[in-house]
């Protein structure tokens, strides 16, 4: 079993619209959690950490549930600049080992 | 700041070609990793190194060795390539903590062929 699965999508959404993507993890251990931004060629970048109490910043709002073990990302109001795959990280402290998704794909369409 | 560097940008191996890539990072983190990301798998860990002289294993290190004699430099060598290897492989780097602090400053990445 993957260590963090998400739905690859793609996910094609006109501008403006609202899009959630989730993410689920399977060690309960896992430590810490990101959401990171990978443009078309291009290296990964961080997005936003996700905290326990869920956390917003701008059009994004990110959330953690421990209990059920997954993780969302909530874009609002989506722009063309927002397409992109979006990858679900999660941190296991053994280590510092880093366990990222495969990605989910993002098109806005004008 | 130059942040992650790594070198060479795109390179093509025949099989059984040697080559290291390198990665530099000037932001005096402790740990460094090396990734290689092929289509629908994800980014996967090959080796990581938690500070100068330490290295170990991550989820998929056969084929691969890894040195990091500087703080700053992290090597990954391919002594037998093979062209299962070819992939994109990235660097990154981060501070020691785990939690919020923990983010991963990645390189630019490098595009290996092997034939």
């Known amino acids: 079993r993957k260590e963090v699965e998400q739905d690859p999508g793609p996910f094609n959404v006109p501008e403006g619209a609202t899009v959630a993507f989730n993410c689920t993890y399977s060690?309960?251990?896992?430590?810490?959690f990101f959401w990171y931004r990978q443009d078309c060629r291009k290296e990964p970048k961080l997005l936003m950490s996700?905290?326990?109490s869920g956390n917003e910043d701008g059009r994004f709002t990110a959330q953690l549930n421990r209990a059920s073990q997954y993780i969302s990302l909530l874009i609002r109001d989506s722009k063309l600049s927002d397409s992109a795959t979006y990858l679900c990280?999660?941190?296991?402290?053994?280590?510092?080992?880093?366990?990222f998704g495969t990605g989910t794909s993002l098109t806005v369409i004008p | 700041n130059a942040g992650v560097t790594q070198t060479p940008k795109f390179r093509v191996l025949k099989t059984g070609q040697s080559m290291t890539l390198l990665c530099a990072q000037d932001?005096?983190?402790?740990?460094m990793y090396w990734y290689r990301q092929d289509p629908g798998m994800g980014l996967r860990l090959i080796h990581y190194?938690?500070?100068?002289?330490?290295?170990a294993k991550g989820e998929v290190p056969d084929g691969y060795n890894v040195s990091r004699l500087k703080k700053q430099n992290f090597l990954l060598g391919l002594e037998s390539a093979a062209p299962s290897q070819t992939s994109v492989y990235f660097c990154?780097?981060?501070?020691?903590?785990?939690?919020?602090?923990?983010?991963?400053?990645f390189g630019p990445g490098t595009r290996l062929t092997v034939l």
């Open positions: 990154a780097s981060s501070y020691p903590t785990s939690g919020r602090n923990s983010e991963q400053f």
């Open positions: 060690n309960s251990a896992s430590q810490s």
């Open positions: 190194s938690v500070g100068e002289g330490t290295t």
């Open positions: 996700v905290y326990s």
């Open positions: 932001m005096n983190h402790e740990y």
């Open positions: 990280v999660v941190n296991i402290r053994t280590g510092n080992q880093f366990y």
